[in-house]
């Protein structure tokens, strides 16, 4: 059977066009994904349609030092998110990979295959990624804000596609 690791893909797709060190063209920019994903359960005869789960989600990612900082939004309505339903979830030169993209992704996927079977989640269940969209972006008001707990994350106030 065919797999691909959906965490790994979208590291590697981003790695590529994203800037790297301090370059002024760099600082401002980054690259925004977004993808719909399904999770169903395959066709049962005892079953007139297979229970499925659709979710819109979002990553931005910017890559101005040898750091990586990932962005992550499901929005409710599956609309275009505001900059404050953003959050930052990685500022790393290397677990950026799987803080930042591998784990909201498990995170989403189980709760959505929870949605559609919770007997069997997350057996039996495939066709996750649906279809994505990559955009470069210009990040506008990017700024760093340290939270109580003490990590230090990035905020803006919106991005455009360039």
């Not at 040898?66 to 992550?72: D, E, F, G, M, S």
């Amino acid at each position: 059977m065919f797999s691909i690791e959906l965490s790994k893909t979208i590291t590697d797709l981003f790695k590529s066009p994203l800037c790297r060190f301090s370059a002024e063209e760099c600082t401002d920019y980054g690259v925004l994904l977004e993808m719909d994903l399904e999770v169903h359960e395959p066709y049962r005869e005892d079953i007139e349609r297979e229970p499925s789960v659709r979710e819109r989600c979002f990553f931005l990612m910017r890559r101005a030092s040898n750091y990586v900082n990932i962005w992550w939004c499901v929005p409710e309505d599956g609309r275009y998110p505001n900059p404050s339903e953003w959050k930052n979830t990685s500022n790393h030169d290397s677990c950026w990979r799987s803080d930042g993209v591998g784990a909201p992704l498990t995170k989403l996927y189980f709760a959505m295959c929870k949605q559609v079977n919770h007997a069997e989640a997350p057996k039996n269940l495939n066709n996750f990624l649906w279809e994505f969209n990559v955009t470069k972006v210009k990040f506008e008001g990017l700024r760093r804000e340290t939270r109580d707990s003490g990590f230090r994350s990035y905020v803006f106030d919106g991005i455009r596609p360039v």
